[in-house]
């Protein structure tokens, strides 16, 4: 029977789908249709009525400095989960890229696929669809090893970790969803001023805390301070990685108490506990220019990695133009 390809785009019509993936998962699906502004899409392959895989994305507007100043753009984190050997189903990553891309170009202007694991896998198929590739970089900590996940932070970012402790801030995990909110409202402060970053809506972090409690598959830390929450980050893990999402801290206010320091080592030694192999900072910038975020979170001792990521046009043109210049 040949591969017939559905689109899913709320969650009453999902079928029950296996999978282990964080990222193309029902939850993440679920929590991105509650989430304002957000529009998922879900394609999955199907032959006599059995899933061979599927790859979650989400439409969501972008405000950008440059025109044109309001788009819609579709991210796509990784390439897919898979319930057969790939060798087994060649042309499945194909199929399940050509849907949506045709279905994402209806309503969006770019699509962008982030965080791969493998960053040659698939570069015929993008290729074929009229993406270009950009150079990237990742940055993971590794924590299966049997030290702490401290040995190998700089011995600066250890003592303003001892001092923020000793001057009365305290880490744990959030616990009430008055909490979650309180640490949304920070967190959209602290990116109110980084124009660049995109920082979705309180229901984005309320949902998941929601969808992921009883797989935890993700947590919320918040540093707090005399009773007030002061910073905070957001880690969903998938696999054996830990992936640190948003974070952020109130440190010109408070910053004695180095909150944003706080909220990454708290989820580092978390990670550790629970037994991650690895935790991975996401999004951390381009590899040809200063990214004051990557600068930062390299002083917790991770290591940079080389990756791609592909990019995607509606204009053919733009696409052929990006292509030659980022051949």
Same mark, same amino acid.
């Given at each position: 029977?040949?591969?017939?390809?559905?689109?899913?785009?709320?969650?009453?019509?999902?079928?029950?789908?296996?999978?282990?993936?964080?990222?193309?998962?029902?939850?993440l699906?679920?929590?991105?249709?509650?989430?304002?502004?957000?529009?998922?899409?879900l394609?999955?392959?199907w +032959?006599?009525g059995?899933?061979?895989?599927?790859?979650?994305?989400?439409?969501?507007?972008?405000?950008?400095?440059?025109?044109?100043?309001?788009? &819609?753009?579709?991210?796509?984190?990784?390439?897919?989960?898979?319930?057969?050997?790939?060798?087994?189903?060649?042309?499945?990553?194909?199929?399940?890229?050509?849907?949506?891309?045709?279905?994402?170009?209806? &309503?969006?202007?770019?699509?962008?696929?982030?965080?791969?694991?493998?960053?040659?896998?698939?570069?015929?198929?993008?290729?074929?669809?009229g993406?270009?590739?950009?150079?990237?970089?990742?940055?993971?900590?590794?924590?299966?090893?049997?030290?702490?996940?401290?040995?190998?932070?700089?011995?600066?970012?250890?003592?303003?970790?001892?001092?923020?402790?000793?001057?009365?801030?305290?880490?744990? +995990?959030?616990?009430?969803?008055? +909490?979650?909110?309180?640490?949304?409202?920070?967190?959209?402060?602290?990116?109110?001023?980084?124009?660049?970053?995109?920082?979705?809506?309180?229901?984005?972090?309320?949902?998941?805390?929601?969808?992921?409690?009883?797989?935890?598959?993700s947590?919320?830390?918040?540093?707090?301070?005399?009773?007030?929450?002061?910073?905070?980050?957001?880690?969903?893990?998938?696999?054996?990685?830990a992936?640190?999402?948003?974070?952020?801290?109130?440190?010109?206010?408070?910053?004695?108490?180095?909150p944003?320091?706080?909220?990454?080592?708290?989820?580092?030694?978390?990670?550790?506990?629970?037994?991650?192999?690895?935790?991975?900072?996401?999004d951390?910038?381009?590899?040809?220019?200063?990214?004051?975020?990557?600068?930062?979170?390299?002083?917790?001792?991770?290591?940079?990695?080389?990756?791609?990521?592909?990019?995607?046009?509606?204009?053919?043109?733009?696409?052929?133009?990006?292509?030659?210049?980022?051949?």
């Open positions: 029977m040949p591969l017939q390809l559905a689109t899913y785009r709320r969650s009453d019509d999902l079928p029950a789908l296996p999978g282990t993936d964080t990222f193309h998962s029902t939850e699906f679920r929590t991105y249709e509650a989430t304002p502004g957000y529009r998922p899409l394609i999955v392959a +032959e006599d059995r899933p061979l895989g599927k790859l979650l994305g989400v439409i969501r507007r972008s405000v950008r400095l440059t025109p044109p100043a309001f788009i &819609h753009r579709c991210e796509v984190y990784g390439t897919g989960e898979y319930f057969v050997p790939v060798g087994q189903q060649p042309d499945l990553f194909a199929a399940l890229l050509r849907q949506l891309t045709r279905e994402a170009l209806r &309503h969006c202007f770019l699509i962008e696929f982030r965080n791969l694991d493998d960053p040659k896998f698939g570069y015929l198929h993008f290729r074929q669809e993406y270009f590739p950009i150079n990237w970089l990742r940055v993971r900590n590794s924590l299966h090893d049997d030290r702490p996940a401290e040995a190998r932070f700089s011995p600066s970012r250890l003592r303003q970790i001892r001092k923020g402790l000793k001057n009365g801030a305290e880490v744990r +995990e959030a616990r009430t969803p008055q +909490e979650t909110e309180a640490f949304a409202r920070m967190l959209h402060h602290v990116y109110s001023f980084k124009i660049r970053r995109h920082f979705p809506s309180m229901s984005f972090f309320r949902e998941l805390e929601q969808q992921f409690i009883e797989g935890h598959h947590k919320i830390f918040i540093v707090t301070y005399r009773g007030r929450i002061i910073g905070g980050s957001a880690c969903v893990y998938s696999g054996t990685t992936y640190l999402w948003f974070s952020g801290g109130m440190r010109k206010t408070y910053a004695l108490q180095y944003g320091i706080l909220a990454v080592w708290g989820a580092l030694a978390d990670a550790k506990q629970r037994g991650f192999r690895h935790l991975e900072f996401m951390v910038g381009l590899p040809f220019r200063r990214h004051g975020y990557r600068d930062f979170v390299l002083r917790f001792g991770g290591k940079q990695i080389s990756t791609r990521r592909w990019f995607r046009f509606r204009w053919e043109w733009l696409n052929r133009l990006l292509s030659r210049f980022y051949e």
